[in-house]
Nanobody
Framework: VQLQASGGGLVQAGDSLRLSCAAS????????MAWFRQAPGKEREFVAA????????YYADSVKGRFAISRDNDKNTVYLQMNSLKPEDTAVYYC????????????????WGQGTQVTVSS
């Protein structure tokens, strides 16, 4: 499976962005999908996850209430709506999928997209 992330950019604090991640090569509709991010000089961290049918979502405390993850299985695509962006949200954002049935939504992702840069200026 190939994951293609898009939608990043340079915005000001308080603005919104919507990231998309389109999967190709096989369907991901049966598997959890997630977004992670990595800021310069920091470890990659979990941002949000959505279960295979979109019925449940999980968030890092740092983005809870500001970000929303969703998916469209007909389009084989996952989204991350980011509102009230802060400079500390600046990072490369990666989408990922597990391609196996799992109840661990925070780790264990084994397929990754190439990342899209999000830069938030103050």
């Amino acid at each position: 499976v190939q994951l293609q992330a898009s939608g990043g950019g340079l915005v000001q604090a308080g603005d919104s962005l919507r990231l998309s991640c389109a999967a190709s090569g096989r369907t991901v509709s049966s598997y959890n999908m997630a977004w992670f991010r990595q800021a310069p000089g920091k470890e990659r961290e979990f941002v949000a996850a959505v279960v295979w049918n979109g019925g449940s979502t999980y968030y890092a405390d740092s983005v809870k209430g500001r970000f929303a993850i969703s998916r469209d299985n007909d389009k084989n695509t996952v989204y991350l709506q980011m509102n009230s962006l802060k400079p500390e949200d600046t990072a490369v954002y990666y989408c990922a999928t597990q391609l196996y049935k799992s109840t661990n939504y925070y780790s264990g992702y084994n397929y990754w997209g190439q990342g899209t840069q999000v830069t938030v200026s103050s």
